[in-house]
């Protein structure tokens, strides 16, 4: 019989950690791609084999979207509007950054839509030889609209128990673009970022 992993994360009780790659396509869209190195509640290997994009059993996809911005000092601010991601299962993995679409793939456990508008920040600190490296960040809270059971390594699992209504992610992106850059982008930059749970809503 298939053991059941049906526990629930506390609200602000660590969901996962990710890393993955924003991509500005020739049409100035933006969308992030990656995979989990960590997802509470999976107690089984995330990898088949050493951890690393083309390993990764669970990757993200993001909806393509128009972000604007504004400049204030030093600080470059993104704006990024409501929009949504998928997570996926991907039992014969295939995750590739050269091939965004690639993340995409597998079984699509759980759908996220981003609550307002995401507000990522830059330090511009200067184009000096000693100058300090570009840090970006931003933070954001999904909720959960959809989520599909799925059993993974002898347990099955739902994304919509141990999360609740979603999760809010800090994130930390580099600001040295990766190279060389896939066809039909014009950018790509990596990023990481952890997720807690919002837990379930009292009804």
């Not at 597998?106 to 184009?127: D, K, L």
């Not at 896939?182 to 837990?199: H, K, M, N, R, T």
Request: proline share 6%.
């Amino acid at each position: 019989m298939m053991e059941l992993s049906m526990s629930a994360l506390l609200p602000a009780e660590l969901a996962w950690y990710v890393t993955g790659r924003f991509y500005r396509a020739t049409d100035q869209s933006l969308a992030d791609f990656g995979y989990f190195l960590h997802l509470a509640g999976i107690e089984a290997n995330l990898f088949d084999g050493a951890p690393g994009e083309t390993t990764a059993h669970f990757t993200f996809a993001a909806t393509p979207f128009q972000a604007g911005g504004v400049s204030n000092g030093a600080l470059d601010l993104a704006l990024d509007p409501v929009g949504g991601f998928s997570v996926y299962l991907q039992r014969e993995p295939a995750g590739n950054f050269a091939d965004p679409s690639s993340f995409a793939r597998g079984e699509c456990i759980a759908r996220f839509r981003r609550t307002s508008v995401v507000v990522g920040t830059t330090v511009n600190t200067g184009n000096t030889a000693s100058a300090a490296p570009l840090i970006a960040s931003n933070v954001f809270s999904a909720r959960l609209l959809e989520s599909t059971p799925f059993e993974f390594g002898g347990r099955r699992h739902d994304l919509a128990v141990s999360l609740g209504e979603g999760v809010t992610q800090f994130g930390t992106a580099a600001a040295t673009p990766v190279t060389p850059v896939p066809d039909g982008y014009v950018a790509v930059v990596p990023f990481s970022g952890s997720a807690i749970a919002l837990g379930h809503a009292q009804r």
